[in-house]
């Protein structure tokens, strides 16, 4: 009678050791979306996550800079530019990448200042995370009210000419902000992924401790195997997730 007693109750905890690697594996999935989505958001909002298009630059005047974004249809709007003051002397000119904005295109219209000067640029980037990306002083065209660009040891000199002087330059930005944000969630997802495998480990070595610790008849424990499947069923939910973004 015990021996059918004991079949009894191994089964029940058979039954109860399905459920809890189930409820397991669903809070798990759960960690690794919520981290996830919580990581993305944090560098998105952080230093780390935006994009800016930067430029180090001399002035003999002082006035404001302004950077024109468009599409292909090369229409500059007030509202599509970000403007940047300058001082007499050294600058450093940041003008920020944001969609929502819409001061993003592969198109600019650099105004470099809104009164004659002479001026230096000595460095022109972007910074988009951990990557900086230099953009070419030959990719720079001047327009109107400007000067030719002129090669010298800082970097290229030329002479703004008129309150309204332009430069149009190409650059592929809208493929290199795509690629950051690619980047950052591709890093989400790893930091979910491994978030929420360490978290599934975890909570299945305490529950198997738990058990055998607390009860006579003890839990099978679940083999080796298994856990491995689990890690790698939620690396390839996550790897499934990059292989869609990146066909995007």
């Known amino acids: 009678m015990s021996e059918v007693d004991l079949s009894i109750e191994s089964n029940v905890l058979n039954v109860q050791h399905d459920r809890g690697l189930f409820s397991r594996l669903v809070f798990s999935i759960l960690i690794f979306v919520v981290a996830g989505v919580g990581a993305g958001a944090f560098i998105f909002l952080s230093p780390f996550g935006q994009v800016s298009f930067n430029m180090r630059v001399e002035s003999s005047s002082g006035g404001y800079s302004q950077l024109f974004f468009a599409d292909t249809d090369n229409t500059f709007i007030e509202e599509r530019s970000e403007k940047e003051l300058v001082v007499k002397g050294d600058n450093f000119l940041r003008f920020a990448v944001n969609p929502i904005r819409r001061t993003l295109g592969d198109q600019l219209r650099w105004d470099p200042l809104n009164k004659p000067s002479d001026m230096t640029l000595s460095e022109m980037y972007v910074q ?57 969630i591709i890093t989400a997802l790893l930091f979910g992924l491994v978030v929420s495998a360490s978290v599934f480990v975890a909570k299945q070595v305490s529950s198997q401790r738990s058990v055998i610790e607390n009860q006579d008849i003890k839990e099978p424990r679940t083999p080796w195997w298994v856990n491995s499947l689990m890690v790698v069923l939620l690396a390839g939910v996550a790897l499934m997730l990059l292989w869609v973004f990146q066909m995007q």
């Open 128 to 184: 988009a995370g951990f990557s900086r990306i230099s953009v070419p002083f030959e990719s720079i065209q001047p327009s109107i009210g400007m000067s030719g660009l002129i090669a010298s040891d800082q970097g290229v000199d030329f002479a703004v000419e008129t309150n309204d002087s332009q430069a149009l330059i190409q650059f592929k930005l809208q493929d290199l902000y795509r690629d950051h944000v690619r980047n950052v």
